[in-house]
T-cell receptor, first 114, second 111 residues
Framework: GAVVSQHPSRVICKSGTSVKIECRSL??????MFWYRQFPKQSLMLMAT?????????EQGVEKDKFLINHASLTLSTLTVTSAHPEDSSFYIC??????????FGSGTRLTVV | SQQGEEDPQALSIQEGENATMNCSYK?????LQWYRQNSGRGLVHLIL?????REKHSGRLRVTLDTSKKSSSLLITASRAADTASYFC???????????FGSGTQLTVLP
């Protein structure tokens, strides 16, 4: 079946630094990718939708300058958390939609900002 | 924004019992999906039910959908300790086709 690889699985960074998270579709081309954030014991909240070759669409309340999304190819989307702060500590999950409309999720990235 | 509400928030049952989780949503949908998440892990797709379907089965899973009430239920029969996880419903709605997740149910199956 479809596989989405997300890296890193876990990252600790210092406050003020930037962190890049990668999401790759391994055996299919992802026309659209989604980035979610999940706080402990809460549900997934959609942050942004990215379509290959165009600008990402951000959900209300998500700072586009802080959470930079790049979807330069049909198999790779990246989320960069810029100038990270402790309140950005969360579980970030990507999802890719294939050309048939199915959704596959990455395994998530646990970001801790110290 | 979060579209769906799930209840119960937490459910604890004995192994072998059935577990039922409910999901309500607010807008018209293309389909509704159920996912499972083990602690600190990604999501695993369980089952998808289209808006024109009323019931669907997959192994020990049974999903119902009532579009008039904008609600769905997930039944897990003969539960096992390995079923312990968080379960989320997610709706696929509108032309953007993005998933919107419910609040989730934490299921604990006691051996």
């Amino acid at each position: 079946g479809a596989v989405v690889s997300q890296h890193p699985s876990r990252v600790i960074c210092k406050s003020g630094t930037s962190v890049k998270i990668e999401c790759r579709s391994l055996d299919f081309q992802a026309t659209t990718m989604f980035w979610y954030r999940q706080f402990p014991k809460q549900s997934l909240m959609l942050m942004a939708t990215s379509n290959e070759g165009s600008k990402a669409t951000y959900e209300q309340g998500v700072e586009k300058d802080k959470f930079l999304i790049n979807h330069a190819s049909l198999t790779l989307s990246t989320l960069t958390v810029t100038s990270a702060h402790p309140e950005d500590s969360s579980f970030y999950i990507c999802s890719a939609r294939d050309s048939h409309g199915g959704y596959t999720f990455g395994s998530g990235t646990r970001l801790t900002v110290v | 924004s979060q579209q769906g509400e799930e209840d119960p928030q937490a459910l604890s049952i004995q192994e072998g019992e059935n577990a039922t989780m409910n999901c309500s949503y607010k807008t018209s949908i293309n389909n509704l999906q159920w996912y499972r998440q083990n602690s600190g892990r990604g999501l695993v797709h369980l089952i998808l039910i289209r808006s024109n379907e009323r019931e669907k089965h997959s192994g020990r899973l049974r999903v119902t959908l009532d579009t008039s009430k904008k609600s769905s239920s997930l039944l897990i029969t003969a539960s096992r300790a390995a079923d312990t996880a968080s379960y989320f419903c997610a709706t696929d709605a509108g032309s953007a086709r993005q998933l919107t997740f419910g609040s989730g149910t934490q299921l604990t199956v006691l051996p």
